[in-house]
């Protein structure tokens, strides 16, 4: 896993390990990726690397992998749009396109980075997508009732608040949100 979310692995192992799988069919390494994952990749018994992550780690991996003709997979930096036709159920649509974005906070390789919508029915689509992102809840990912918790990283916010203001300097409307959450509750975490 990445370093920087490894609880998540860690757990799904223990799960399968109380639920009897053998020792050793599932196994988590967690590391730095310069560190563990290039021992990983390099290591003579591993036939196949998958990796999903960013361009430049994955034409390292790739590299590394020919030195040995490992197989390799790689889900490098994805920009997944979505289309919502002028035939689409808008109400679905609208749905999805909500959950596609913001599920996980958006920190998944499939989620929606992009919405293209028909002209005739963006206005349509709009009033119904606009509010369900404005009724996410956000909150510490533990605690009942949340929908969207915080990013993983400092790091992580920065860019998103940094591609917010390219947006808004090229053309872009703000909608809703665009700022750093003031809730008491809100400000330890990267919302």
């Known amino acids: 896993p990445a370093e920087t979310t490894p609880l998540t692995t860690l757990r799904i192992a223990a799960l399968f390990h109380e639920a009897g799988l053998p020792p050793g069919v599932f196994n988590v390494v967690t590391g730095l990726g ?30 590394l992998a020919a030195e040995t003709l490992k197989r390799v997979t790689l889900e490098l930096g994805g920009s997944d749009p979505m289309i919502v036709c002028d035939d689409a159920d808008l109400d679905q649509a609208a749905k999805a396109a909500a959950v596609g974005r913001f599920f996980n906070c958006g920190q998944a390789c499939l989620a929606v980075k992009r919405l293209y919508v028909f002209e005739n029915v963006y206005e349509a689509f709009m009033e119904r997508f606009l509010p369900r992102v404005q009724r996410l809840r956000l909150g510490p990912g533990l605690e009942e009732g949340t929908q969207m918790g915080p990013l993983h990283t400092e790091r992580q916010r920065r860019l998103i608040e940094e591609q917010l203001l390219d947006a808004l300097a090229s053309g872009g409307r703000l909608l809703t949100g665009g700022k750093r959450p003031e809730a008491e509750g809100l400000r330890r975490g990267f919302f």
Do not use: Q
């Not at 310069?34 to 390292?60: C, M, W």
């Open 34 to 63: 310069p560190v563990a994952g290039e021992a990983l990749v390099r290591h003579p018994l591993v036939r196949k690397v998958a990796f999903t992550g960013s361009t430049p780690v994955g034409k390292r991996i790739m590299a």
